[in-house]
């Protein structure tokens, strides 16, 4: 009888890694020297570019003024000098397609010469175009698959970048990517049309209030949480390397109940592993901050500081990009899933967003809000779009893996809700009620009852980590986001209704000034007009309880649960014409993104259901039938010797009823596999929502029985306890 032998690998993988003080960080004063030395930044334009070219590059990337050819020939002959120093033998156009993930094509910078020698080449033409093979990417009906061409674009606001790996470094740009037409086939574009958006209704405000700012900017810091785990055990689960979760996989006897490992000390070879991810990232240029031991065992978190929205985007796919990278140089593997273990903390990706001039952060109350007119302009402009579009912000974060998150006991439910905290929700009640505010909840100072600690500096309001959107001091945190999710379409969606709420808001400001009525009475009107109108949008609640769940439905608030319920908003009228009316996306462009998410839906649990099927057939039925008849054999023999059998022949028979269960189970699984729901791809999305999760979901119900009843040693996969534990 062959047995499996995985719990030798447990213990390899446990023994297995050694500390390598190569990895170090080194001190803080090596860390400041070697941020950003992997970019052509700022600095390295200005020491190897003329001084006009130098000008005339940076009104662009500040100002947003239109390239000149001569300035990107300068550029592109410094960039390649400045990446061949650095090793560097080829160059990529890097973007950032509707897949979610990045793309490269390499190309080298050798040419060769008249007479037949290589040389070093690279123009400004090929800086600022180039021709990858479009009709693999996904376009959702933007071109038809034997239409190829596809072009990239130089985006000149996010510094190119050196890629270390094993065999040398090559040169990374940062690009858009379009079609032949001219429709954008990734995440970049819209995210740079929505900053625009958003810069050109907040100066519109701005100016009414005697400002004139020169640029306005949103900015980001998202958080990333990931779990990691042997790579022994990855490799030993085909659900996990071909669907990034776990199919199977009974519960634990220890999981995170006793709220251990949040914030506890991070294990060496964690942090070994997290040391040489932030050390490619400072030489990247992103401003990793943050790293702490996440709820589930396991699980962990990394974040970076607050970024223009545009490079912050590019930021969050390099710290994803490394985590992947330098988890397999320790034996880990990292998932980036939002719910790879069942019956534990999932993962989600908090976007942390503001926005703001050079000098100012709009959205920053200051000590005395109630009198900050511009940050209660603003903020008010913020709710009116989350409550407008709610339909838009919880469709943008709609995928497969999501569902598995939001609404459960990790993560805010799948109703959009803002947390403003007690001082501010007080405060837009005054203005509602009596048209102004005249004081904000004191803050002051918390004692904690001995000398010998200092007293605190005390907030103004608590935090709410139940909020899918909650006001944070001085930004939003948007909190419904999946872990494996690219940050620059919900950011595109903020930018966008933002936009939209602070024209319209100034408009009416407009109005009422042309009317006769002074700025400070206009103003006030329209916030407790508009409080009067979006504050059933305000909740500072728990937002996990069922008593929200009743009391937003009788609020009116949308409750849309599922990817299969939200996605469809994507191309609801009003949806439409506000990506339009902003210059953000064209009707087929939006019409693109919603086919894309669908198609992905549907192919996400198709993968899925396939393979849950597979290894239950191949592996745990097996394993059970295997035990079944050593159990059955063992009875028999000791009934022949005499030997009571009783409780025995009760173990074999509860097994064998749940192995008929899941045969019975998989043969319906089976069923609805095949069945793919019709030639068209929206009722092959409804039908694995409605049909094949179900089915697969009592197959696994099932299965992690049998995980309890057969012995461990013929168990086929790594269990919990193994992946979530062995460090």
């Not at 990734?186 to 100066?203: E, T, V």
Request: proline share 5%; with cysteine.
């Amino acid at each position: 009888m062959t047995k499996a032998i995985h719990r030798f690998d447990a213990l390899q993988a446990a023994k297995a890694w050694s500390p390598d003080v190569g990895t170090r960080n080194g001190d803080a004063s090596d860390l400041t020297e070697i941020f950003g030395t992997n970019t052509f930044g700022l600095a390295e334009m200005r020491a190897r570019l003329p001084k006009h070219v130098f000008k005339k590059l940076l009104a662009t990337i500040e100002d947003h003024r239109p390239l000149d050819q001569s300035v990107a020939d300068a550029v592109a002959v410094a960039l390649k000098d400045w990446a061949v120093a650095r090793g560097a033998t080829h160059f990529t156009h890097w973007f950032q397609p509707l897949t979610g993930q990045t793309a490269e094509k390499h190309d080298s910078f050798v040419s060769v010469g008249p007479e037949g020698r290589a040389i070093d080449e690279f123009s400004g033409a090929e800086l600022i175009q180039g021709e990858p093979d479009a009709s693999s990417f996904p376009s959702g009906g933007l071109r038809a698959t034997f239409e190829a061409r596809g072009y990239t674009a130089w985006d000149p606001t996010s510094p190119a970048f050196l890629v270390e790996t094993e065999s040398g470094p090559f040169l990374s740009i940062p690009t858009a990517f379009s079609s032949w037409k001219g429709d954008s086939l990734d995440k970049k574009i819209p995210l740079l049309r929505s900053i625009d958006a958003l810069d050109a209704a907040s100066r519109k405000a701005l100016a009414l209030f005697g400002i004139e700012a020169d640029k306005v900017w949103p900015s980001m810091g998202p958080e990333q949480e990931f779990f990691l785990i042997d790579q022994e055990f990855y490799f030993r689960r085909p659900d996990l390397y071909t669907t990034g979760r776990t199919l199977f996989g009974a519960k634990p006897a220890k999981g995170q109940e006793l709220d251990d490992h949040y914030f506890g000390s991070i294990p060496e070879r964690v942090m070994a592993f997290m040391n040489a991810v932030e050390r490619e990232l400072y030489k990247l240029g992103v401003p990793v901050k943050t790293r702490h031991n996440e709820v589930a065992p396991g699980q962990y978190e990394m974040a970076y500081v607050y970024e223009h929205a545009n490079l912050a985007a590019d930021h969050q796919q390099l710290l994803m990009l490394s985590l992947r990278k330098h988890a397999r140089k320790y034996g880990l593997v990292c998932l980036l899933h939002e719910k790879p273990f069942a019956g534990v903390n999932g993962s989600g990706k908090h976007l942390n967003w503001s926005f703001g001039t050079a000098d100012r952060n709009l959205l920053d109350p200051g000590d005395t809000p109630h009198e900050n007119r511009i940050f209660l302009f603003f903020c008010m402009c913020v709710l009116r779009a989350v409550e407008r579009h709610q339909d838009l912000l919880r469709a943008c974060v709609a995928h497969a893996g999501n569902d598995h998150r939001l609404g459960a006991n990790e993560a805010p439910p799948a109703i959009i809700s803002v947390f403003l905290g007690d001082q501010l929700t007080d405060i837009l009640e005054q203005i509602e009620k009596t048209g102004s505010a005249e004081s904000s909840g004191a803050a002051g100072l918390l004692g904690l009852g001995t000398k010998v600690l200092p007293d605190l500096p005390k907030h103004s309001g608590d935090r709410n980590r139940t909020s899918p959107f909650a006001f944070t001091g001085n930004k939003f945190e948007f909190r419904a986001l999946g872990s494996t999710q690219s940050v620059s379409t919900p950011a595109m969606v903020l930018n966008t209704v933002v936009a939209e709420s602070v024209d319209e808001m100034a408009t009416e400001l407009e109005k009422a000034l042309e009317g006769g009525a002074s700025l400070r009475d206009a103003e006030r009107d329209l916030l407790a007009r508009e409080m009067g109108r979006i504050k059933r949008i305000i909740f500072n609640g728990d937002n996990y309880s069922a008593e929200w769940e009743a009391e937003a439905e009788a609020r009116g608030l949308l409750n849309l649960k599922s990817t299969i319920d939200a996605l469809p908003k994507f191309t609801a009228k009003k949806n439409v014409n506000l990506f339009q009316k902003a210059g953000v996306l064209s009707p087929e462009e939006l019409e693109s993104r919603f086919e894309v998410k669908i198609e992905q839906y549907f192919i996400t649990i198709n993968i899925e259901g396939e393979t849950a099927a597979r290894i239950a057939r191949t592996m745990i039925l097996p394993a059970a039938v295997r035990f079944l008849g050593e159990l059955t054999s063992t009875a028999a023999s000791a009934e022949k010797a005499g030997v009571k059998v009783g409780g025995m022949t009760g173990e074999a028979k509860v097994l064998g009823d749940t192995i008929e269960e899941l045969i019975k189970r998989l043969a319906k699984l089976d069923k609805q596999n095949a069945e793919l729901g019709g030639d068209e791809v929206h009722s092959k999305a409804k039908h694995v929502h409605k049909n094949v999760i179900p089915a697969m979901n009592a197959v696994r119900e099932t299965c992690d029985k049998l995980e309890r009843l057969v012995p461990d040693d013929l168990w086929p996969l790594p269990t919990y306890q193994e992946m979530l534990f062995v460090k």
